[in-house]
């Protein structure tokens, strides 16, 4: 490598350093604020993050690290991971650079107000409250759609700021066998009576017990206390200050420890993840997670592909039952196809189970692409509640009796976060289709599953997927951990093999079906 | 006011305000690095603080901040806070601006070196191994003061870090009386039997229970829970982001709950100083507190001129004897005179009782100012064990047996702090003076205070001192809250009798003596 190419190496880095370890104030003022903040610090802290996003902004669009990463892009023979850096870096900084400040900030100010307004309007179950600033944020991202990329379809540039690299017809791709599958099936497993709950799933537990269960079940799994934490937070969610401090956080129903205890599972992959990146590239973008997508694939392969699993129950159940009298005598298969209950009259995604789940995200995928279509496809806000609850009867066999159990319920409109949905989904099928590797690349990875030995996947997880980082595109990502694109039917047989099972329908013999 | 002023203020304003905001996130890296980030983050969480504090920098040197600044401070017409608002602001910034970053740069890597083996030699009891790298930071902190104001003593230019407007001849004059007055007056007391230290004081209590208590009688001293919390931490502090989250951290000793609950009163006397401050400029630099030595003196008045008095304690003890049944055949007398014990055997500055404390200081500060003279008065490095101990020996009558309990057991030279010392004492000097003013001018403020009546006095000192930020200099703050200029007197006359009065020594008659 020549002397100024190592030389401006050196220096871009020394720059993306300064941008991580803001980026990584910005997550910790944020955790703080959700987790041990005052309530009457919220202005302040407001105040705090936008100065320290404001200069983050100006050091990422300095005129110095354009350059630099101008040249950079432009040299030949820089090893792979330092293109993928500077990749990761140039396309950031691109988006950055062509969206106006003026745009930035009224994005920003009325997603702030948009936010107080859902929130009344989803209290009075109102979408007609919604539906005047809604307009708005949809206009000011199409602007930034525009702004970025004049060239796209509007919908298909707001999706990459969560995955990089997607496209609509490659979601379509994605999707439309899940509708195709998963109506039907969801249509079978309606008329037959499904599992009972075991009476150990409603065993009231105290919220410090069931803590310190999940903080136990933590290092079951791996996590490492010495760079991160558990607490509590309203909406559980994992943050931190980066891949050497990562904290998740949990809450706890009394009367609802499983689910309780799920969702620390889910925070933990999550964790993992991050904890699993490459130290050595802790500080450049390139060790970040590829994506979204990728993030909530890890986070439901343990939830869903291991801690709803028979073979995991195997360890879990006598490991619970030492802990917490209620599991004392719960029967396993029990337990397990209770975990595979469809709650037929649920129209709440975020208490979704994992079969209806996905048609939840198809739904909102359709309306947001069909919201920031051009000509005659594009489907008004005034039209949405309407929209929505056709979808619902259509797909999930519901109507919602108000706005608030309908359009209203998710947070993500309301701040300008436009095709963030997919990457729910997306995680699923990813995590099905890792999962499936998994079992094939582990030898005994399920029998040790059943002995709460988790080092194994957690090492073919680090190494196939988290020390990876964004090296790869997502697609050439899929590719080197499983083997092959990115396909809805690992996924798809999953799930139905699943449910089937917990509701003795019989196995479904041929592929593919038409919706 | 003009147009063109005006408009130089508000964009002053917002500068200055992006500053604070900095601050603030600084503060809390910090209180989120004592209380709870995980081990293993500390190596992030320096590149964290060190990117913060470098755009902070930036941002304080930019040129036109300092342009606008310097126009304004010319400027006629200002009203009063606006020109101390603007006063402070370029104080800040010139002593900024006067730094070369390399020494800068070479004051931090130094002291984090120095850090580590200043532990060491602390441990081993061997100031030898200290004495190199802390010559190294006595030359830098000479070179810092020679760039900030060569005119100046180096010494009084490194006490402005931390008491703006405090000079040599000032200490000198606040401190002698100090020595002429406490050494005799301990020499008198060393030969009286000092007061029993009563059963309640030494028993065992959990720590849950003492940090309970301690969260209730932070409510009676006027804690906002709004704007504040408290959690643990080895070192007890006061830290947060900003007036509107201020955060107390405590630690607790099984065997010594006293000394813990005085702790969490001293460290929520510095959280009123905050949450005190005018809200309207929290994101100025003139709400600021005064000084160290002004945030001690709250510090200070909470723990010892209220904590300790004997009229508080007519409201404590049966409000701790109704919560904690150790205390509940306790006699009031007893207690608060054991609160005025002296240890003449101990050495150590953080446990020494009242009155010796001032005696620690002053050795520090004569050691400290001698250490940055110039000609022959200078003090050699190598020469300070020895110059520890007689003056040990001379002020306080004991002479520690090793440099661990003596000359190595403060950090602040480690980090190169040159000139923090003397604003405990400050502090103390003007807590008494404050404490004895409020007296005259708050009708029946012991007898409430004997009833858990803070309020007025919360008032009080919020009016005359926290919302007064940095209007007025030190000396004319003084002035404004007590009607007269610090002196040593008042904390002279009370600590003398309270400790006479403890020790049932014959009252003074007459005023000063020489030493």
Redesign the interface.
Known sequence: MRTTTASQLAQARRRL??LT??D??LE??GW?QEV??????A???G??V???AL?RHQ?LCDPQLARLLGELAATEGLGPVDAANVREALREQQRALRLPPELVEQLSERAVAAHGIWAEARERGDFSRFAPILGELVDLARKKAAAIDPERPAYEVLIEDFEPGMTIAGIDRLFAPLRARLIPLLGELRGLSGPARPQAMGATIAADKQEALGRELMGVLGF??????LDRAVHPFCGG?????VRVTSRYADDDFLSGLLAIIHETGHALYEQGRDPAL??QPVSRARSMGWHESQSLLWENQVGRSPEFWRFLLPWLAEREPAFAGAELGAITKALARVDFDNMIRVEADELSYPLHVVLRYEIERDLFAEGPDRLAVADLPAVWNEKMQRYLGVTPPDDRQGILQDVHWSGGAFGYFPSYTIGALLAAQIFATAKGAIPGLMEGLGRGETAPLRAWLGREVHARGSTLSSDALAVAVTGSQLSPEPFLDYVEAKFRGAYGAPERVSGGAGA
């Open positions: 350093a300064e370890s803001l990584e104030v910790l003022l703080d041990v903040m005052p309530s009457g610090a202005e302040a802290r105040r705090q936008s100065t320290v200069l050091r490492d206390w010495s760079h991160g934490r200050a980066g891949m050497s401090d802790a500080d």
